[in-house]
């Protein structure tokens, strides 16, 4: 069941969507999403789509606080190396600029 990625991915998305609806401190719910990133690289490996995505969903997270801000641009950094197509390099190249 867990190695099925679209359910992983769909687990996390809403585990995340409840986290927020309750108003979990951002600390807890960066928390979870470095432990999330960490894990799916782990198991599916650096460059497996849900181990992409799930370090574009923290690196957008990290955007979300200033305490988080150099953590989101080393992010953004390493997607930026990735061989995937699932990346948007002129996104991610713009965000940095900005």
Known sequence: MFQDQAF???LFSRYTQCMRSVRTEFTVIHKVTVEYQSKCKTLFGA???ISVQATL???????????????AI???EELLK???EEID????????DA
């Open 82 to 84: 990735t061989k995937s």
């Open 89 to 96: 390099l002129q996104e991610i190249s713009g965000t940095l």
């Open 47 to 49: 460059t497996a789509s």
């Open 57 to 71: 969903s923290l690196a957008k997270l990290c955007q979300e606080s200033k305490r988080y801000e150099h953590e």
């Open 74 to 76: 080393g992010l953004y």
């Open 8 to 10: 992983v991915r769909e």
